[in-house]
């Protein structure tokens, strides 16, 4: 019999360090876990709400009326697919930057690139979560778990999880809950560093190895991010934005430096960072308890204290700033909780 608890405070469980109560809360382990909590909602007709490392999750002050669960369903196996390539299946509730470490302990490499993100593999995936040029579905040969409206088992291939810019089936289909997720990875160091900042670090290396690469993307991350375990924040607090070729021209005849990079239909995606910090001016800016990161203004910051309204009326502005000043209607990449 699982053991479900009431009244338990969500800031605690999310790197925002923001949310309200749990009307009731659930850490799950297994398979059979995940089915007794079904069971739960269903008898009662709650709403369920599932939860890996919370970190890219912002959770309203009012909290969840209804069941929060805590995915902790660990396991991690690596089979040899072929002489180039290694399968790794991973269950969802395992810390992504931990099973990161561990592939490239065996020389492995594939995820190197997404090093020191925070949170689980479960939520990585949901979120299609990337850095460095790299995203996680690149890697993910399937994704299985359970539906919660009907209690039935899923696989699903990578095509079937539609894998977009920070999105995916999961993130909009939430009542598939991942399990277990499987991955590629190569035996040979198969690197990518076409990211700048990352291709920069590594300019002098002769010869690359995941090992390599997974050290620079966390020298990076440590001098321009900050640290979650001391600092209430959710990564990127907004997407990168995805543009015409004619909001570009428009952009770049007043400001002709601003980067840009290719993408599908004829677009472009402009970092957002640079906008913030080179346009609008607002690298390192506060407003009582909320502020954007002073090395890095695409992370949105709890100075300590903040609630869900002070948090979301600052982004609010910031959103505000950036239509102002360029005429793009920048949109957030953290999950709300209303």
């Avoid at 490392?53 to 002050?61: A, F, K, P, V």
């Avoid at 992504?96 to 990585?124: H, Q, Y």
């Avoid at 090992?211 to 997407?239: C, Q």
Wanted: charged residues 25%.
């Amino acid at each position: 019999m699982l053991k479900i608890l009431d009244n338990v405070l969500l800031k605690d469980f999310t790197t925002m360090r923001v949310g309200g109560l749990a009307k009731h809360f659930l850490v799950i382990k297994s398979l059979a876990d995940l089915r007794e909590a079904f069971s739960f909602v269903k008898t009662r007709k709650l709403p369920l709400l599932v939860l890996g490392g919370g970190s890219n999750t912002l959770i309203s002050d009012h909290g969840f009326l209804g069941l929060v669960i805590k995915n902790e369903i660990k396991g991690i196996k690596f089979v040899d697919k072929n002489q180039a390539e290694v399968i790794l299946e991973v269950g969802a509730g395992e810390n992504l930057d931990e099973v990161i470490a561990l592939s490239v302990i065996r020389k492995l490499s594939g995820l190197e690139n997404l090093s020191g993100i925070p949170g689980t593999v479960g939520g990585a995936v949901v979120q299609n979560a990337g850095a460095y040029g790299a995203e996680i579905g690149n890697s993910i040969v399937s994704v299985s778990g359970l539906n919660s409206t009907n209690g039935k088992e899923f696989t699903f291939k990578t095509g079937d999880c539609q894998f977009t810019y920070r999105s995916s089936f999961f993130k909009n289909n939430k009542k598939y809950i991942i399990t277990t997720v499987s991955f590629v990875l190569n035996k040979k160091a198969v690197t990518n560093v076409a990211y700048v900042g990352l291709k920069e670090v590594l300019a002098n290396e002769k010869e690359l190895t995941a090992e390599k690469v997974r050290n620079a993307v966390l020298k990076i991350r440590g001098e321009k991010l900050p640290d979650w375990h001391k600092v209430g924040t959710a990564g990127s607090y907004f997407k990168n934005p995805v543009i015409s070729q004619a909001v570009l021209a428009k952009i770049k005849s007043e400001f002709p430096l601003v980067p840009n990079f290719p993408e599908p239909n004829n677009k472009v995606k402009i970092p957002l960072a640079w906008i913030l910090d080179n346009i609008c001016h607002l690298k390192g800016y506060k407003e009582g308890k909320v502020g954007l990161y002073e090395k890095q203004p695409l992370i949105l910051v709890n100075l300590g204290g903040a609630t869900f309204t002070e948090i979301i009326n600052f982004a609010n502005k910031i959103k505000k700033i950036v239509k102002e000043k360029t005429d793009i209607e920048i949109v957030e990449e953290v999950e709300k909780i209303i």
